[in-house]
């Protein structure tokens, strides 16, 4: 199975801040990765997809990047309903594995 | 409105079976790849099982193997999670998602429902 870290687990940060956040797969996965937004009782939003593609409707301050086994999510200018748990998603091959989530905080 | 909408969840003991549905609207159905994501409490996603379209191979987590059969009615716009000899370390909310078309990631999602099992 594919296995994937994410760091940091946990982010301290203020509104207008630059954020960066790093996936690393166990091997190889091309640009099969996602990335999701989850606030606490709701269901993940998904933000982008095959490792740079903006989801329809997410806002342009959020942007991915990376290939192989690195890969970063970055939000360029932090906003207050940012605040969340991030998880990224590999989708190279079965089983789909999710990263353990980065939690995002004031 | 495009929507998920899951039901079937509750409390059931260790050993015992629990039937989950998704109710599909808003999209055509049965051109979707269809998936099933857990999330035990305060923990993170994890992906259980996923179906092709009508007539493709269906998959399942190590976790679950063996135990959950996923399933869906296209005539019905619905998708199923028949659980089996359930334990406590299925306890979670369970997640119904729409695999966006051509790629293995989660484009919409369910509200989820809420499993518990236990004594």
């Known amino acids: 199975d594919i296995q994937l870290t994410q760091s940091p687990s946990f982010l301290s940060a203020s509104v207008g801040d630059r954020v960066t956040i790093s996936c690393r797969a166990s091997q190889g996965i091309s640009s099969y990765l996602a990335w999701y937004q989850q606030k606490p009782g709701k269901a993940p939003k998904l933000l982008i997809y095959a490792a740079s593609t903006l989801q329809t409707g997410v806002p342009s301050r959020f942007s991915g990047s990376g290939s192989g086994t690195e890969f970063t999510l970055t939000i360029s200018s932090l906003q207050p309903e940012d605040f969340a748990t991030y998880y990224c998603q590999q989708m190279n091959r079965y089983p789909l594995t999710f990263g353990p989530g980065t939690k995002v905080d004031i | 409105e495009v929507q998920l909408l899951e039901s079937g969840g509750g409390l059931v003991q260790p050993g015992g079976s629990l039937r989950l549905s998704c109710a599909a609207s808003g999209f055509t159905f049965s051109i979707y790849a269809m998936t099933w994501v857990r999330q035990a409490p305060e923990k993170g996603l994890e992906w259980v099982s996923a179906?092709?379209?009508?007539?493709?191979?269906?998959y399942h987590a190590d976790s679950v193997k063996g135990r959950f059969i996923i399933s869906r009615d296209d005539s019905k716009n619905m998708l199923y999670l028949q659980m089996n000899s359930l334990g406590v370390e299925d306890t979670a909310v369970y997640f119904c998602?729409?695999?966006?078309?051509?790629?293995?990631?989660?484009?919409?999602w369910g509200q989820g429902t809420k499993v518990t099992v236990s004594s």
């Open positions: 998602a729409k695999d966006l078309r051509g790629y293995d990631a989660f484009d919409m």
């Open positions: 179906i092709s379209v009508s007539g493709g191979p269906t």
